[in-house]
């Protein structure tokens, strides 16, 4: 065999080879008697990779194998006789002993509520383990919890107060309250983000960190003091596994809008799509009626437009007598559940839609990918502003009306 071709097999049997890791995870949860569990690796904004999975025999079973990468790890496992039995766990791996049992004791506080309904209090979790990164990982979701718990907390202090308020006869006192109740769910993802941010101003140069705000990432305004946390890390972690994804989502958010403010200043003549009731919008008169109008995309089946339209709506139905108009622009497909959607949220405003998804023409002319997104435009149908966050809309409000 001539020499050359020698060195080319061991120089691409070299490059094949992997470093492989080895883990072990042994549990030992006395609930899960019957219990289906897999493990996923985390690792992009679009899914997870399934890993492993095995069967729990009288609350307890061992995963155990090797990984590619180094990283984050989902642990999911389900009774497959009792819905309510179940949990996600987060485990960084490679770690050869995991361990990871329930306890009675109220002195190990890892978990406060479960995140489905945030009332039923659960069993403690204790997950042991020899890699430091695991210590970290569970500050941040105390951290994470604690938060959670709040939000609840604040939320029923504000439903206590709209009770008290309920039999004053003050209708808009009244309202008032009922739309800070609905508004109040769209601030869930700020609070969660706030134990991102607690986190790595004790941890600025760490991989949970890294974690921590692509966890995040879907918080808006949360968006920039990332990016400036991101770069003041160490370029090795910049470099990282890790820190490329939380780069590449960051940047879609931002390209996102840079890419969007293209459309500033061009003008709307007119939106496609009908109306409930099958009719066509003359959306240039709806312009017309209106100092400034916005233009929200949204859908029945996204949950993030579901809390925010009510927050945008509280300022239509606020500044609607000074010249605030708003039309909803849906992304649905099923005529059904679109006015479902709307009846349920009472959302009296005008609405349009395809009934094509993210095919429609709206949605390709102004490059609508994902929403919510928003336009702002004013009476002339010239648009001046492109995904205006609730703030920052407020604040023009303000100031314009």
């Known amino acids: 065999m001539p020499i050359f071709l020698l060195l080319a097999l061991l120089v691409g049997c070299k490059q094949e080879k992997k470093e492989k890791y080895s883990y072990k995870i ?64 987060t485990v960084y791996l490679p770690a050869d002993s995991v361990h990871i049992k329930t306890t009675e004791s ?166 496609a799509g009908k109306t409930p009731d099958g009719q066509e919008l003359n959306a240039a008169q709806v312009f017309q009626q209106n100092k400034l109008t916005l233009v929200e995309f949204w859908a029945s089946w996204c949950g993030p437009c579901r809390m925010e339209m009510p927050k945008y709506y509280g300022l239509h139905k606020q500044y609607q007598g000074r010249g605030f108009g708003m039309v909803g622009v849906s992304l649905d497909t099923n005529h059904n559940k679109w006015r479902q959607a709307i009846a349920e949220d009472s959302l009296q405003m005008p609405h349009l839609s395809e009934l094509k998804g993210t095919s429609g023409e709206d949605m390709q002319r102004f490059g609508i990918n994902a929403i919510p997104a928003n336009l702002l435009v004013d009476e002339t149908g010239k648009i001046v502003a492109v995904d205006i966050p609730y703030p920052k809309l407020k604040k023009k409000l303000q100031g314009a009306l």
């Not at 899914?47 to 079973?61: E, H, K, P, Q, W």
């Not at 960190?209 to 003091?225: I, K, Q, T």
Request: aromatic share 12%.
């Open 106 to 271: 109220s002195s190990v506080q890892t978990k406060f509520y479960k995140m489905s309904d945030g009332n039923s209090p659960r069993k403690q979790i204790v997950i042991s383990s020899p890699s430091p990164l695991q210590e970290e990982l569970e500050q941040y979701l105390l951290l994470k919890d604690s938060l959670d718990h709040q939000f609840q907390v604040d939320k029923e202090l504000i439903k206590a107060k709209f009770v008290q308020t309920f039999d004053s006869g003050d209708k808009a006192l009244v309202e008032q309250w009922a739309d800070s109740i609905k508004n109040f769910e769209y601030r869930f993802p700020s609070y969660l983000a706030v134990a991102a941010h607690l986190f790595i101003q004790q941890h600025p140069a760490s991989v949970v960190s890294l974690y921590a705000m692509f966890d995040n990432r879907g918080d808006l305004p949360s968006v920039e003091r990332f990016r400036r946390y991101y770069q003041a890390m160490p370029t090795e972690l910049q470099q990282s596994f890790y820190g490329k994804r939380l780069n590449k989502a960051l940047a879609e958010g931002e390209e996102r809008n840079v890419n969007n403010q293209r459309f500033v200043g061009q003008r709307v003549q007119s939106l």
């Open 26 to 89: 042994a549990a030992d949860i006395k609930e899960c008697k019957d219990c289906y569990v897999r493990l996923f690796f985390m690792h992009n904004s679009d899914g997870n990779d399934l890993i492993d999975s095995t069967a729990a025999r009288d609350g307890r079973f061992t995963l155990q194998g090797k990984i590619a990468q180094p990283g984050f790890y989902m642990i999911r496992y389900q009774s497959q006789t009792d819905e309510n039995i179940g949990d996600w766990l």
